[in-house]
Structure formats: structure tokens, C-alpha cells
């Protein structure tokens, strides 16, 4: 965890040294003092170079130990070679935060690595915070900071970015100034040899100048940390992302970029969803939503109203709201009609309401007025065409006042883009998000009304799974000793009892008559199978006999399957035959696994057996812990959850019952970090109870 | 079929009369003649008006009597009560084709759908050629025609637009001036009385304006010729069109509009893809598609070149290429050596070519250049990030003489907007279209490389089935004779044999020694069934047995089951008992099944039995008439294709057997338009034979 001083010290410097700046203009250490100068920093400045006397008009200091001691923030823009001496004379004079501009560390290969964990090491002994190596630097408007080589100064707004490539950073700080788009924090973050992804949510999330937070990321290394940031941020404003490399291509392009090891996609849109973290595909889905979350409330229901001056792009928004969360609101009778008090007789009152070509900004105001008063509708689009007679500026104008008044979030969507660009500008000025398309702007507010959600689901439950942890652990690591990394078969059951699995009940019957005595208990039909530690196979011997119906027919079986055994396996001990009962009516097969996740830790995995897990690809995953709600959301989300549900009049499965047998997944994969994997497979439920009828554990063994 | 000399007076009008021209500034008639003027119009241009006497420093004739005969065009923007009028003073001086811009027709119920009957029936006699009514107008570039009261004048180009909404029309307009988009035609369709989708296909086809064409549609009423027109259009040039109101809410918003009904989204999915129509889902994808069509050549392969100057947007576009159909090209030795001649040591050579932050233009041109050369490279795209260093004007005219040479496909990212927004002009001045962000730009290359594809896959092939149609047509009147209008049962097997389709070999036997012999002759096991036209539910009277071996058992079967049955059904007739061919092992069920929308006709669908189609929805579909690859490709499109294929050594299905058997279906579709679905379900497959084991028929009875 960085020092909260040193990283305030970061963010607001009262005093900034450029380690490297230059006089010659072009150069790096010449663009980050510039920028300083340029952003209007109140601070003081120090250009350190040795030769230079003055730079930008300001004096030059020769020496790093010339500096005055407890200098808030060095930015260091020299060779390679100079940079570990560098960082070792800011430490020794106390500075509280750097950044390292220059690359040719970690991402160059193992020369780079080393000298790159050796600043590590420095930053850790002395608690300096530090942003870099191989990065573009920092931005903070609210104070005048640009310690950065961008070039633009951005404007000061309420959305904050990080990424881990700077070339994104300059582009999209390119992108911004023609968009107009103001940024609290701005920041490169380059290796990530210290400061990354949650070190910004954490600090972003109290930051009072930022509500919408925007990432890039390649990977991320620290999984935890990074999960519970993102959790405690989200709860508090939105954070939305863009996570590449995800493909097989990209992430090859990313290892050779960044020397980062992506993990699977999978595992990321877990730890994204479950954190809350809005993910995004693209540069410009991330701007739109960061400008609609930044400027309008949140709508608290899923009910979009359409106000429109054309058909045809009225039908083009109903057609995107129907594919997404949000429904078209039904208004009321009462709307309704007082639409029509106002509204020519060929407009259409029904939602999308449109008020025909010829409508003016007055009858837009009326319109959006009276829609936004029905209780029904969470949030309204408007929709103009720029036709001929329509009022551009003082339609804008007319929303803009209302939006004020409603409550309710108000979005825009002018159509096209010079008769409109004046009107544009003057939404967006007032906070209301204007698209030149409808598809964007529902895909806005249908993010906003799903993050919504999120934030007001009831907090998560995390009950303890009870069980005897010895118990497993025995098995556990009685396995480690004899470098066996499989569990299976008896073993593996005796890990299923240690946490209390419902198992298929099964008895171990010494003579045939035990076995009867034990199939009475059990209850017919049942199944007998050969015990024998030294036969693994036990079908090549016979060693398996299903749907006894009676005392006679496991008499019979018993004696057949062990003589059998006994006449193939000469050397074999035959304890006896173990009495299992057989699979109830109408069960389904499901498997409950999970696999760790170098970053991410355990992520569980929930489908159907047979063909839907292989063929279909039909999984659910979810990273542990899981809250009972995750369990219930785990066995839901797969497209054949109709199948458990049950068809035509049969009854579902004991959801419940699963859902208990996943969390202690769940738990069993916290309590073990050497179980690298582990399956339950099949899971038989049917309406009345679930059973692990069997289970598979891999461990990861300490030599390997 | 619209008179072609008709439709070339409609888009290259000599002579052109505006109807209701108006000298007030702000009135659509005045509008009209204003642009025609300034979009310099070489023509005659005739402003009608009963009392004005100039216009615009135009004579005005009062009335159409005065117009000259055999006129071009005539726009009419009247009252709607002299629409029908003008039209036929029009007719009468023997004008060749009209547009009515007049609202308040078809769309707005009864009283305006029976007059724009009239209005059809008049061009039906005359041979008129018209656009709209409810339209904003035409625009040809080529020839100086802005026959619209669109505000602003889009320059030439080589894209043609046509849409069913004119607001649609109105803000790409607005739109496309701004981009600095051209057009060669542009369409207001309107309600389509008479010139609707199809025609303008066929027209732009033809149109060496034209080099790609955009459409919007709501709905398509003529689906044989829609489909016909795209069919020949698509192997010429691209068409890319939007369709809304696929969805209910879309569909509800639609018909209000316009009162169009708009079929099943699948159905317009089948017809786009069958007929070579790129299908995008907004407006924006809609052009960037329209700029990559219309500047650059067909990439030939898969293959994606990237090279860029930072590492961040090399991996975005590496993932965007990895989820699409493109791959990313595997670059030559030859080609990465030739790379390592004059890039840094730190550059990245492999896919995507990373030249490093400070690349200037010569680097950028040399590395192009080299990846062009690669025979396995099929498209480059270049991305850009506004480095301080980098040379953003020199990189574009390098790119630009590159891309000439080169004979591929060349696309260019410059990521951001203000520092790149000279370059980008640049750029796509030159025909090399550039994207702010590199997933657009992907997205465009896919479709270009799926179009090629398109183009150049084989003729279709459409064999005629062989079949007794006489025999199929006699059940077929017979049902029809009795208003009955299910085929079921023997009826419906009587038509599986008229198509000589494969079914269970079936035997009747009147007596148990038939049976016997019709077993040994089929082979066991076999299945008895009662034979009665008087017992429908076999079942109910325990008229079915499975699953005989013997010739002790189908003895005893047939006396239980024909003793049984005159048991409870005194009255029937029992015929003896039908002895059939058991379900082979291995056997896989699947339903073919059509249904015939109205639009496009019979619409055929693929699945597998059970829970596939049911709740998985699994199907796949295509129109009729199917060819021999379209048979091919149903069978394949759908996700449980890996079950007909086989698992774990299972050997696959008789893939041709089963292509034969949808054949026949398609064939059966149109052989009888009466009959309204048809359902082959199940059919039994292995990897012998397929064979129909049921059927279904429903007729549409004539009095429906």
C-alpha cells in the first residue's frame, strides 16, 4: 500500500524537480517543463541539468543534491543508466514522489527487469511513490500540473484516465481537445513497477474533482488488490475500462509490447463484472459513457421515453432499446392525453412520441415536460432531425431548461452534424450529452441504468461454509508428501465429507450379507462395485454391477463380482463390495469446477454435464469468494438453465441445493491454495437434493 | 418493371416542372426550386404556380396544361387534395415520371391509402416513373439535379443512398457535409406507391456514378423482387443497408409510421445474407463501411498487416482482428529480415510491425512498403499515434504514394483529432479512409474481405428435384376439396413418397403370418403398429409395439395388438397391423421444417430435435429456393453442428443424405404455395442414411 502523504504529494506538488530538462525545445526534458510552465503551476519548478544555467526562464540547479530537501515530486527524463542513481540522490533528499519518463526497463528483456526491480526495492525501503518507468507522466488540471511530454494542455473536467499505454494517452488527449472534454487526472502508467490500477481506484475514488474514472489496461498483476479497489470504488462511482489483449492475437502483440502476461478473457469479465467495473470494446463507447455518467443522474428503472421529430429514427432507437436492458416505457392514459391537449392530431402519443417535422422548440419543451412527469419513464431521449423548419438552438436551449427541472436524466440526440454542431455544443456545455446517432446514446443510458443496478443490489453475503478443515488437509497433504498431485476416488471422498457433501450413500459390505443388509438400509435400487485398494479400474474386472432390485439380485452380484475380482487379481486385497445407492429419477448432470487464476486467484465455473459444457461452451464463471448471490446468478446465467428449471410440467431442481454445493467450492478453493483445480462432475440434483457423485483434485506440488 | 427510359428521365432529367413552387422563402416549393438552381441545374426548370409570374428570376407557368409535352420530371408539392389531379395533368401532357414530396397518404389510414391506390393505377396505365409520395425529394450530383427540399447540396461521389425515412435522409445530409462525404444519388423513397428498393437497385446497378450503394428500409413489400435485385447488384458492387424496426418495439414504432408491417427479423437476416447484402446496425457503421467500399480494392485474403508507432493500439487492433473473420498475417522470414535492415533493434518485427514512438515518415513508408510486398499479406492497416516526434503530414503523403503502388488495400488509423485532422483529410481526400480508433477500421476491413468472399464463391447451383408432382398435388386437392387443413399421417407419407423421400421401410400385414414375413423381409427389430383409419391415437388402444426381435414376438404382438384394438373400437375397421423398420443405432434426430413469410415466401429451417431448436434455439435458417451450397451451409451454421459431425470417434452423419432430404423440402416449398408450413420431424440420421420418420403438413385453405 503506497503512503497516502506521498501519493497526495504526487498528485499535488508543491515542489517539482525535472531531473533531465533541456533548453532545446523538441526535447522530452524540455516538453515536461514547457507543460509545467504552460498548465499555469503555482509550485516551484527546478529544472536540473548539469550544464544548463536557466531554462524556460527559470534558474537551473546542477545537481540533484542541490535541490532543497523534501521535495514533493522528481520527474526524471535522463538515460537509462542515469536513472537508478537519479532515483537514489531524490531518495536521499527525502522526495516523496517521481515519475520516470524514460523506458528500457521491464519491457526490454532481463538487463532492463533487474535494474527495474532494483527501484522497486528503493521505492519500498524509502516509501516513494512511484509512477513509471516507460510512461508518458502525469496530468492534474485541478492545480496546474503537467508533468508529462503530451502534447495539449487539456481542460479541467470531471473525468479521470489512466492507462498503461501512453500512446493511448496521447491519443485520446488529442481526441479530447477537439471533443472538447475536460479531464480531473490524467495518467500514464507505464510498467507499473509501483504504483498501478488500484493504487488510481483507490486514490481516484476519494478524489473530490473526479466522478467518472476511465482505465486502460493490458493485464493486471496484482488480482486482489485490483478486485477490491474496483469493488469499494464502484460502489462509489462508476469505473469504466477498456481491458486488451484479450485475444490470442492481442495478447500476443501485448507480451511483446509490455513484457505483460494477459490472463484469460474469461477471468477478467469475471473480475470486471463482479467488481462492478463497466468494461467497454472501444475508444469511443468509453468517451460516450464516461460523458453521460459525468453529467446526468443515473435513471433508477429501465424505462426509456422517446421524443422525437421524425419516424424513422424514432424506429431505429425503439429497435436498439428493445435489444438492450431497457424497455420503452408504456406511458399512462394521463400522459397521454395531455399530449394530445397540445400535439396536432396526426402526431404519435405513444412512445416514441413524435411530434411531427414541423414541431417547434416550444412543443418540444411541452412534450419533454409532460413525459418526463409520468412516474413511468426513468429517463428520456430526445431525438431532431434538422429539418427545415425545425428550431435547432432553441430546441436546445428548451431542453437544457427542462433537463434542469426534471429530475430526471435527459439525453440528446441531434441528428447530423453542421446544422447541428451550434446546438451540440450547447448541450454538451450544459451537461446534456448530445449524439449524432441514436444507437450511442441508448447504449449510454442503458449502461448508466445497468450500473444503477449494481450499486443498489443488496450488499453481498458471505456466509461461512462449515466443515473439518483437518480433516481435508490431511488428505491434502498426505498427497504433497507422496508428490501425488491427483486427488481421487476414496480420497477425493474423504475431502467431500471433510466439508460435509451431500456424496451418494454408500456402505462398504464385507459379505453378501452385509451387502442386503446394507441395500435395505440404502434403499433399493443400488449399485455394487468391487473395494479394492489395489483395483483402480474396477469395470476391467467386472467390479460393477447397476440397478439391483432386490435381495437376491445383490446376493447374487456380490458374490459374482468379488469371486471375478479375487480369480483376475490374484495378488489383489478384496476388502469387499461397496453398496452405493443408484442415481434418483429425474436427475441432470451438472458440473461444479474451478481453476486458479495466476492473478485472479479461484474462479469457479457452473454447466450442465455432457454435451453443454464441451460442445456448447455453455459455462458460467465467477470469481471466489462467491456470495450466496453469486451462486444464485452462477446457476442462472447458463442458456440451458431452462433445463434445470424443468420443461413441460416437470419440476425444477433444487436450485438451493446446488447453490450450497457451489459455495462450498467456493470455499474449499479459499481454504487450499495448492489445489490448483478441482471438479465436481458429475453433480447429480433433481427436485429434491443434489449429490457429487464424483470429484477430481489437482495439486500444485511445492518442487514443481 | 419500371420502363427504363422513364426511370433515366427520373434521374437525368432534360426538362423539370416544380408543381406548387412557391416564392416565399422557407415554403418547400420554394425550397424545391432554390436548390435545383443551386445545385446548377443545366435543364429547363418550369415553376408552376396559378398566380405567381416569377420565382427565383424564373418565369412562372400557371398551370400544367402549359407545361410542354413529353416533360422529364415533375415535382409536385401541392395541397393533398390536388395531388391526384396534378398527376394526371401531368399524364396527360405525357410527362415521363414525378415525384410527389405531399405527406398524408398511405401512412395516415383509409381515406389516403384509397387515393394512393389511384395514383399507382394512374403510373400503372400511364408508365410514370414515381417517387414517394411522403418523400423529401432526389438529388443527383452528376448532372446538377437537387430535385428535394433537403437543406444543403452534398457534392458528387461515388456512394448512392437511398432511404425509407426522409428524416433518415435530412441528417445524413446534415451529416455527411459535414464529413465531407459525396454522393452520386440520393433518395427519398417515401411510402414506395410505385418506385421502391428493388427498382433503385436495378437502377444504381447500372449507375457508373455509383460504385457502392446504402440503403435504410423498414420494410420490404415485393420480397422476390428485393431479393432478385440485390442478388444481381451484390455481384457487381456492394450494397450495405440498415434495416429497422426488426424488433417489437421497432416493429410497433414502424407501423405507426409508416403503417408498414415489417416481417421476422430472421427472414430479413436470410434475405440479406442469401443475397449478398451487407447488413449493419447503425448509421455510423453504415458509412465508414460506405468510404472503405468506395476507395479501396477487395482485400483478397484474411490476412491483416498492422503497422503502428506504439504498442497500445497494436493490441486493440490485434484483439478486434482476432474476434472478426480477419486473421493477423504471419509475416515471412524474407519480410522480417528486410524489416530488420533499417528498423531499431527495439522494434517489434512479428504482427503488428511496432516502429517505435519515434518514427518519422520515411520509416513509416519503408516498413509499408516491405509488409506490402509480402504475398501473404491481403490488407495493411496503418495506425498512427500523434507522438511528439512523429511526422503526421509527411506519413500521410507517404502513405498515400504508397498505397498507389502497392495495388492492396491500404486503411489508416491516425488516433486522436486535432493534431491529425490535416493528415486525415488528407488521407481520405486520396481515397485512403482513416479512422479515429482502430476498431472501426477492422470492422470495415472484415467486411470488405466477407464481401470478396461473397463475390467470388461459385455459381449457385439449383438442381431440380426429382419427384411425382401429380401424386403430391392429388392429397394435396383432396385436403383442400375437404377444408382440411392438416396433412398428417398416411396422407402425409403418400407426399414423402410422391418426393421420393427416404422414410421407414413400412409393410402392411394383414395377418400375423404377413407380419412374420414383412419382419424377415425388413429385418429385426421392427415396430407393429396398428393399421385403422378409424384409430388416430394408436397409443391410446396400445397399438404400437417396439422394439419386436423375433418371430415368436411378432406373432404374439400382432394377435395382442389387432385383438386389443376391435376390443375397444368395435365400430373400426382394422386394416391388420403396419410392421416397420426400427430407429437404427446411432441414429440422430433433426427437423427440417419451412414457413412461408409473406414477404420473401417459404423461409426453410435446420435444427436438431429435442431441446436444440426447442430451448436452445438452435436453428438455422435460409429461403427458398436453396441451393446445393446453401443445403451445405445450413446443416453447418448451426452450434450443435459438432453433434452431426461425431464425438469421441463417433463417425459423422450422412451430411449429404440429410442435404438431399432439405432439398427436397425447398423444392416441395415452391412446388406448392398453398401449402403454408411443413415440418420433417423427426428425421433420423446416421452415418448410412437419413430417413423421415414423420411429417406435417398445413394448408392456407382458399376461403381463409
New interface residues.
Given amino acids: 500500500m503506497i503512503d497516502k502523504e506521498h501519493l497526495h504529494a504526487f498528485f499535488y506538488p508543491e515542489t517539482v524537480a525535472v531531473i533531465g530538462a533541456s533548453a532545446t525545445p ?1 526535447k ?1 526534458g524540455h ?1 515536461i517543463v514547457a507543460n509545467m510552465i504552460g498548465a499555469g503551476y503555482k509550485g516551484k519548478l527546478y529544472p536540473v541539468n548539469p550544464k544548463a544555467s536557466e531554462i524556460e526562464g527559470l534558474p537551473v540547479v546542477n545537481d540533484i543534491a542541490g535541490l532543497p530537501p523534501g521535495l514533493d515530486l522528481g520527474v526524471i527524463s535522463v538515460p537509462r543508466q542515469f536513472v537508478l542513481p537519479s532515483m537514489e540522490a531524490l531518495a536521499e533528499r527525502g522526495t516523496k514522489a517521481a515519475i520516470i519518463i524514460t523506458a528500457g526497463f521491464k519491457e ?1 528483456g532481463r538487463e532492463g527487469y533487474e535494474l527495474e526491480r532494483e527501484i522497486i526495492e528503493l521505492c519500498e525501503r524509502t516509501g516513494m511513490a512511484l509512477l513509471g518507468p516507460n510512461c508518458l507522466g502525469m496530468i492534474n488540471t485541478a492545480v496546474g500540473v503537467n508533468a508529462s ?1 503530451a ?2 494542455q487539456p481542460k479541467p473536467g470531471s473525468i479521470a484516465f489512466f ?6 494517452c ?10 472538447n472534454i475536460g479531464f480531473s487526472k490524467f495518467v500514464s502508467l507505464g510498467n507499473k513497477a509501483v504504483l498501478d490500477e488500484a493504487d488510481m481506484l483507490d486514490y481516484l475514488n476519494r478524489d473530490r474533482d473526479t466522478s467518472v474514472i476511465l482505465g ?1 489496461v ?1 493485464n493486471v498483476e496484482h488480482g486482489d488488490a485490483f478486485l477490491e479497489a474496483a469493488r469499494r470504488t464502484c460502489l462509489n462511482k462508476p469505473v469504466i475500462m ?1 481491458k ?7 495478447a ?3 507480451s ?3 513484457g505483460a502476461i494477459a490472463g484469460s478473457d474469461q477471468t477478467y469479465t469475471a473480475a470486471f463484472h463482479q467488481s462492478g467495473v463497466i468494461r467497454v ?4 463507447t468509453l468517451f460516450n459513457l464516461a460523458q453521460a455518467f459525468s453529467s446526468q443522474p443515473l435513471p433508477k428503472g429501465p424505462n426509456l421515453a422517446v421524443v422525437t ?15 438492450s436492458s431497457l424497455t ?1 416505457a408504456a406511458l399512462s392514459q394521463r400522459t397521454i392525453q395531455r399530449l394530445q391537449d397540445f400535439l396536432p392530431s ?1 402526431a ?1 402519443f ?1 412512445n ?1 412520441v ?1 411530434i411531427i ?1 414541423d414541431a417547434d422548440a416550444t412543443r418540444y419543451r411541452k412534450a419533454v415536460d409532460v413525459v418526463a412527469d409520468d412516474p413511468m419513464v426513468h429517463a428520456i431521449l430526445v431525438l431532431l ?5 425545425v428550431q435547432i438552438e432553441e430546441t436546445a436551449e428548451a431542453l437544457i431548461h427542462t433537463a434542469r427541472r426534471s429530475g430526471k436524466p435527459v439525453f440528446a440526440c441531434f ?7 451550434k446546438a451540440r455544443d450547447m448541450l454538451m456545455e450544459a451537461g446534456i450529452p448530445c449524439y ?2 441514436p ?2 446514446a441508448v447504449r449510454s443510458i442503458e449502461a448508466m441504468y445497468k450500473y444503477y443496478i449494481w450499486k443498489h443490489r443488496p450488499e453481498s453475503e458471505y456466509a461461512p461454509v462449515e466443515r473439518d478443515l483437518e480433516q481435508a488437509a490431511k488428505v491434502i497433504r498426505e498427497h504433497e508428501r507422496r508428490s501425488q498431485p491427483e486427488i481421487v476416488e476414496f480420497e477425493a471422498q474423504q475431502v467431500l465429507r471433510a466439508y460435509h457433501l451431500p456424496t451418494p450413500a454408500t456402505t462398504l459390505a464385507r459379505s453378501s450379507d452385509e451387502a442386503v443388509a446394507a441395500a435395505e438400509e440404502i434403499g433399493y435400487p443400488v449399485v455394487l462395485k468391487i473395494a479394492s485398494p489395489d483395483i483402480s479400474h474396477k469395470s476391467d474386472v467386472g467390479g460393477v454391477k447397476v440397478n439391483l432390485q432386490d435381495a437376491g439380485e445383490v446376493m447374487a452380484a456380490f458374490k459374482d463380482i468379488t469371486a471375478r475380482a479375487q480369480r483376475m487379481r490374484r495378488e489383489a486385497y478384496i476388502a469387499g463390495c461397496l453398496v452405493q445407492e443408484m442415481a434418483p429419477a429425474g436427475v441432470k448432470e451438472v458440473i461444479i469446477g474451478f481453476k486458479r487464476d495466476d492473478q485472479f486467484g479461484p474462479m469457479l465455473m457452473f454447466g450442465l454435464g455432457g ?1 453443454y459444457v ?3 461452451k455453455d459455462i458460467a464463471f465467477k470469481l471466489a469468494p462467491l456470495s450466496r448471490r453469486d451462486a444464485f446468478e452462477i446457476v442462472r446465467e447458463i ?2 438453465y ?2 434445470l428449471k424443468g ?1 413441460k410440467g416437470e419440476p425444477p431442481v433444487n436450485f438451493a441445493a446446488l447453490e450450497d454445493i457451489i459455495l462450498t467450492m467456493s470455499q474449499l478453493a479459499l481454504d487450499f491454495p495448492q489445489v490448483l483445480e478441482a471438479e465436481f462432475n458429475p453433480v447429480l440434483v433433481n427436485n429434491e437434493r443434489a449429490i457429487v457423485a464424483d470429484v477430481r483434485m489437482t495439486l500444485r506440488l511445492k518442487d514443481q
Fill in positions: 523538441g522530452v516538453t526490454v511530454f502534447t495539449g492507462s498503461q499505454s501512453g500512446a493511448l496521447v491519443a485520446i488527449l488529442d481526441w479530447a481537445l477537439g471533443e486502460y493490458e477498456i486488451s489483449g484479450t485475444t490470442a492475437a492481442g500476443k502483440a501485448a511483446s509490447h509490455t470494446g472501444d475508444v469511443a421529430n421524425s419516424g424513422g429514427p424514432g424506429i431505429l432507437t425503439a429497435d436498439t432499446a428493445d435489444r420503452m396526426y404519435a405513444y416514441p413524435d417535422g432531425t434538422p429539418t427545415a423548419t441528428m447530423g452534424k453542421t446544422r447541428v454542431a449524432a446517432f444507437e450511442a454435451i464441451e460442445i456448447m442458456r440451458s431452462m433445463l420443461l
